[in-house]
């Protein structure tokens, strides 16, 4: 189908970063070691750093990589893969690929995932995804907030701050704290939920530690949680069906949040935690309003091709956008619980469609496919 769409097959650079093997080894054995019962006891924001960084947490593995690598090559294009480390820019440079598929996560810095996007601006080859300023600010909690109140897209309050609080905070508790420009749940752990400022301070100094970075600290919102995948520009663009987060699938002592702890420890591909309902069982009024409010973030943030929007609802039902991820996570895989993927096999679009389809976007975004 993708063959027809796209008249002629291009060179298709193809911009990663890859996790290292030591890495995978680490989490591996970290996971090997702890059981799912001493996490429910351990109080992992003291004891993670000591066991294992999560630097390389937002980066694709292998698997991941092959599985897009073969994606684009069925459609008929040619694939050269460029991994996103300092020798990038020469190495598109040189090759010149006639368009990139980009899901580099980047390496160092809170502007790393526009490092790649920047590159290819600056030497004019086309590239799937969202250009520099928006990844930018997607990337920067409160700068992607500022925009979405400036547009009417609601958000929880927050502020933000790198040393500790001495007045009257400006969040009411239970408060959420949380690293301003990480992904992937970095740096989010159970302690983020804090009910006075006592806790509230502990996380702000943990977080400054550990990331050398300002807190973003939001009105906890206790409701049900989404995430939301959309496809697409202007007009054309879609919303996949929403998938549920269940928390209270949940250890019955957690608290009721997406945290490193549960993404990357419970739910592995042998503990598949159950916790994904897709498409999510809401009503029409909930899942108009969801589907309004990403729109509008996307337009907003001017979003290309694709992302991801992770939602929660407030004690009355009432929607938020809690954040939103232009680079999204793919695992090809569908026993791991990837909700990209799995919201686009709800709608019959497999992982090489999927692939292909944000690759067609790009295309036809560029104009490449009439020339
Ligand atoms: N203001 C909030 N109120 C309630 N829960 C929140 C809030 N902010 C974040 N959370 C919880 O923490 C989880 C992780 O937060 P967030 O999505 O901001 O982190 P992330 O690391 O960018 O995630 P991703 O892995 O999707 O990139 C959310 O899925 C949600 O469960
Ligand atoms: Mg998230």
Redesign the pocket.
């Known amino acids: 189908m993708s063959k027809e769409k796209t008249k002629n097959f291009l060179r298709v650079g193809f911009t990663y970063n890859i996790k290292k093997e030591v890495e995978q080894e680490a989490v591996q054995s970290t996971i090997e070691e702890n059981n799912r019962e001493k996490f429910i006891d351990t109080n992992l924001a003291e004891n993670y750093s000591n066991r294992l960084s999560d630097v390389y947490a ?1 980066w694709d593995d292998e698997e991941t990589i092959s599985a897009v690598e073969a994606a684009i090559k069925k459609a008929g294009h040619e694939v050269i893969r460029i991994e996103a480390d300092e020798n990038a820019f020469e190495k598109l440079r040189l090759n010149r690929p006639d368009i990139v598929f980009n899901m580099a996560e980047g390496f160092g810095g809170a502007s790393r995932e526009s490092h790649i996007p920047a590159m290819l601006e600056m030497l004019n080859i086309p590239y799937t995804a969202s250009d520099p300023i928006t990844i930018g600010n997607c990337h920067d ?1 409160s700068r992607c907030k500022e925009i979405l109140t400036y547009h009417g897209v609601p958000n ?1 309050g927050f502020f933000t701050t790198d040393t500790i609080v001495n007045g009257q905070p400006k969040v009411k508790f239970p408060a ?1 704290v ?1 690293p301003l420009h ?7 752990y159970n302690s ?2 804090v009910n006075d400022k006592k806790e509230l301070n502990r996380e702000i100094t943990r977080i400054k530690q550990d990331y050398d970075q300002y807190s973003i600290i ?5 409701g049900r ?1 989404f ?1 939301v995948a959309l496809l697409g520009n202007g007009d054309k663009v879609q919303v996949l069906p929403i998938v549920e ?1 269940n ?1 209270d699938g949940l250890p019955a002592d957690f608290p ?4 490193y702890e549960v ?1 990357w420890f419970f739910d592995t591909r042998e503990n598949k935690l159950d916790i994904f309902t897709c498409p999510a069982d809401i009503s029409d009024k909930l899942k108009g309003k969801i589907e309004t409010i990403c729109k509008n973030a996307y337009r907003a943030l001017r979003i290309k091709d694709w992302a ?1 929007m ?1 939602v ?1 609802c407030d004690s009355k039902d009432e929607p938020y956008i ?2 939103i ?1 232009p680079l999204p ?1 793919i695992l090809p895989n569908p026993d791991d619980n990837s909700c990209f993927p799995k919201a686009a096999r709800e709608v019959g679009m497999d992982y090489d469609a999927l692939i292909q389809t944000v690759l067609n976007g790009a295309i036809e975004r560029y104009g490449l496919n009439a020339k």
């Open positions: 937002e909690k929880p959420f949380k990480e992904g992937s749940s970095k740096g989010i983020c939920v939001e009105d906890f919102l206790d949680e995430t987060i928390l009721k949040i997406y945290s993404k991801r992770d929660r809690i954040e991820n996570g």
